[in-house]
Every structure is written in structure tokens, then in C-alpha cells.
């Protein structure tokens, strides 16, 4: 059986500075920034390449969002804390990066039978007149699938690009092993 193809949408990276910010001074000095303590207790930060946006918090935390891949997450925070240091030189150069969440499509290139799908597949959701697709709970890798009538699928949860694969992998094989869809 060919492997599905994957397109990694969004990967949500996470940085610990081990230092507080003061975000009313680093604001001001960042361009492309919004700032409204009303609205988000963190300043949002955009950069063009990567296409990106951080999200700063005065507690030392940074959560990148908007990259296409692990790589592009990376140096986007690194760009980000670069800018900031230039402000605080007293950063430290050592921090954690963590990537929390990727985000990936596919597309099944089937038509899936949604309710016959709840019936026979474990550990689903599907209530139609809530949202049209079906959520399907994964154990290994533990990441969560939304499926579509369509045969589209988006994972999420994953850690790596290859958990993504491996969850709409094994969730087409499981649908096959059920008759829920051919081969």
C-alpha cells in the first residue's frame, strides 16, 4: 500500500527564556508588533521570512506559530529572541525550544461514509450537526485526526512530521482493515 502524502500546515513551537520581559519597553523597539494588554497579555510578533508570528509574555515564554516546518520554526524564534536581546543583552544565549503541536492535511483519496466510520472505528466523535467531520482518537502516536466525508484528513497533536505520517498511515490501514474503504 502507497504511504499517504502529508502537508505539515502549522507547527507551534515553544521557548523558555528563564528571564522576565519587560514587554511596555520592548514593544516600542520591535517592528511589525501588536501590543494591547486589553485584548492579549503578550505582544504578538510577526516576521515576513519566516512567515511566522511569536507570541512574547512577559514571564520569558515565546510561542512561535505559522511555520511550515520544524526548521523555519527554529530560526524564527531564534530571529525573535535575537531582536529581543538586542534590547536586554542579559538573555541568556542557552534556551529550550520545544515544539508542541504540528498540524498536517492529507487526503485519503477516498470518500469516507462518516456514520458507517463512527459505527465501526474506536475512540471517534462525530456529531454531524456540531461539525462535519469525524474526530478520531489515535493511541500511538497519540495525536488526534479530524476526517471528512470528502477523505480529507487533518492530524494534529503530532510532534514530529513522521508521527503525522504515521497517524494517517495507520488510520488508513485501520479504515481498510474495516471495509471503510478500499484499497
Given at each position: 500500500?502507497a504511504d499517504?502524502?502529508?502537508?505539515?500546515e502549522n507547527i507551534?513551537?515553544?521557548a523558555t527564556l528563564?528571564k522576565?520581559l519587560?514587554?511596555?519597553?520592548?514593544?516600542p523597539?520591535?517592528?511589525?508588533v501588536?501590543?494591547n494588554?486589553?485584548?492579549?497579555?503578550?505582544?504578538?510578533?510577526?516576521?515576513?521570512?519566516?512567515k511566522t508570528?511569536a507570541?512574547?509574555?512577559?514571564s520569558g515564554?515565546?510561542?512561535?506559530t505559522?511555520a511550515?516546518?520544524?526548521?523555519?520554526?527554529?530560526?524564527?524564534?531564534h530571529?525573535?529572541?535575537?531582536?529581543?536581546?538586542?534590547?536586554?543583552?542579559?538573555?541568556p544565549e542557552e534556551?529550550?525550544?520545544k515544539?508542541?503541536n504540528?498540524?498536517?492535511?492529507?487526503?485519503?483519496?477516498?470518500?469516507l461514509?462518516l456514520?458507517a466510520v463512527a459505527?465501526d472505528l474506536?475512540?471517534t466523535?462525530?456529531?454531524?450537526?456540531?461539525?462535519?467531520?469525524?474526530?478520531?482518537r489515535?493511541e500511538?502516536p497519540?495525536?488526534?485526526l479530524?476526517?471528512?466525508?470528502?477523505?480529507?484528513?487533518?492530524?494534529?497533536?503530532a510532534?514530529?512530521a513522521?508521527?503525522?505520517?504515521?497517524g494517517?498511515?495507520?488510520?488508513?490501514?485501520?479504515l481498510?482493515?474495516?471495509?471503510?474503504?478500499?484499497?
Open positions: 500500500m499517504v502524502e502529508i502537508k505539515v507551534v513551537a515553544s528563564g522576565s519587560e514587554l511596555p519597553r520592548i514593544a523597539a520591535l517592528e511589525n501588536e501590543y494588554l486589553e485584548q492579549f497579555p503578550g505582544l504578538v510578533f510577526k516576521l515576513k521570512e519566516p508570528a507570541l512574547i509574555f512577559g515564554k515565546l510561542v512561535c505559522g511550515k516546518c520544524i526548521e523555519d520554526s527554529i530560526k524564527a524564534i530571529m525573535t529572541v535575537d531582536k529581543i536581546r538586542e534590547l536586554d543583552p542579559e538573555i534556551f529550550e525550544i515544539i508542541q504540528i498540524v498536517a492535511s492529507a487526503n485519503l483519496g477516498k470518500v461514509n456514520e459505527l474506536e475512540n466523535e462525530y456529531e454531524p450537526e456540531q461539525f462535519p467531520g469525524l474526530v478520531y489515535l500511538d497519540k495525536v488526534v479530524l476526517l471528512f466525508g470528502s477523505g480529507k484528513v487533518v492530524c494534529t497533536g510532534k514530529t513522521d508521527q503525522a505520517q504515521l494517517v498511515q495507520k488510520t488508513k490501514e485501520r481498510i482493515e474495516l471495509y471503510l474503504i478500499e484499497e
